[in-house]
């Protein structure tokens, strides 16, 4: 076009289209150092492709430990994986009330499903603000060293295969056996067990 000395017509700018929906406010402002268990968990979705398609996997962690206290897998990202991962965690925890549960803005966590079954157990929704993974850092880490430690380390057949994975990596492997620097060196069940001494201390 410029050798042919054609321009282009200017389009009409369109205004970007902001978050409309009702969000809560960052009450984390990146501080994750928590003194007691269900003072704070953080959530967020991951994907991972298989053969067959890809796995959606949703975790709630409790940054005091690091622990993951609920968890969900499917093959969509839907209000249901988050949902299905806060109930986990909150028949695990039977969390005070009052306890965070820090999220972004996906659709997922501004949904009706996930907001009313996080207030009606009492936890106090707070969020980061949009586009910064710093706002998460806890769980971006977390994610970090699954796709180092287990997702990469192999190209996946079947979802099923990946899922069994999953769930291996997060319930035996992470939570039982996988000591981390943070903690002393300490597995995140290890930590948490010592919680009652460290509190009498």
Excluded at 10 to 22: A, E, F, S
């Amino acid at each position: 076009m410029r050798r042919a000395g054609l321009k282009g017509l200017p389009g009409v700018r369109r205004p970007r289209l902001k978050h409309q929906t009702p969000t809560a406010a960052d009450l984390v402002d990146r501080d994750f150092h928590r003194s007691a268990p269900n003072q704070l968990w953080v959530t967020d979705i991951t994907e991972h492709p298989t053969r067959e398609g890809k796995v959606y996997c949703c975790v709630v962690l409790d940054v005091y430990a690091r622990r993951v206290v609920g968890w969900s897998i499917d093959s969509t990202q839907t209000a249901a994986l988050v949902t299905n991962a806060l109930g986990m965690a909150i028949q695990n925890r039977q969390p005070p009330p009052g306890t965070l549960i820090h999220s972004d803005h996906g659709v997922q966590y501004t949904s009706w499903v996930f907001t009313e079954r996080a207030k009606g157990s009492g936890l106090v929704a707070s969020m980061g603000s949009i586009g910064d993974c710093y706002d998460n850092a806890v769980i971006e880490s977390f994610w970090g060293r699954m796709q180092t430690e287990l997702l990469n380390r192999r190209r996946w057949r079947t979802r099923i295969e990946l899922a069994n994975a999953i769930f291996e990596y997060l319930e035996i492997f992470h939570n039982r056996r996988r000591r981390h620097s943070a903690l002393g060196m300490l597995t995140p069940i290890e930590y948490e067990r010592i919680y009652p001494t460290r509190e009498s201390a």
